[in-house]
């Protein structure tokens, strides 16, 4: 029994010390809710290279975290492309690492050491000049 007991908490440990909070907590990808401020029957939206057609506004869609900002291209009938870009910031959900290097490095690598800079962004759309 004790061994058992022994080699359950050592697992529990392992388990533990190879875990990183903001990649659990969080996730690899976080949601963002995109807005028309031009009232837009349809829309199509590419982001970082996925495209989303016949999307009405709001339209929630989850992205992925990491080092690199996020590109998006938003276009309607009628209306000029719109481009933007989501840029990320640091997630304080990661210190709950504190000194433990393992973790916060899975982190990093999983990009959950970021997250979006905000969680709402509203488009603009203009008329096309002919």
């Known amino acids: 029994m004790k061994k058992t007991l022994t080699i359950f908490i050592i697992a529990i ?9 903001a990649t659990i907590f969080c996730g690899t990808r976080a949601k963002i ?3 028309s401020t031009t009232p837009v029957e349809k ?16 339209y929630a869609v989850k992205i992925r975290r990491g ?3 996020t590109d ?4 309607a009938e009628g209306y000029e492309p719109v481009y933007f870009q989501v840029y990320k910031n640091f997630n304080p959900v990661s210190i ?13 690598a999983t990009g959950a050491i970021t997250k979006p800079e905000k969680k709402y ?3 603009e759309f ?3 000049k002919e």
């Open 67 to 69: 080092f690199d900002h």
């Open 121 to 123: 962004y509203e488009i």
């Open 72 to 75: 998006i291209k938003a276009e």
């Open 33 to 35: 809710t995109l807005d």
């Open 126 to 128: 203009e008329k096309k």
């Open 96 to 108: 709950i690492n504190l000194c433990d290097i393992l973790a916060w490095g899975i982190d990093a």
């Open 43 to 58: 829309a199509t939206l590419t982001i970082d290279g996925n495209k989303y057609r016949n999307i009405t506004f709001p």
């Open 13 to 21: 440990s392992c388990v533990m010390m190879c875990s990183s909070c």
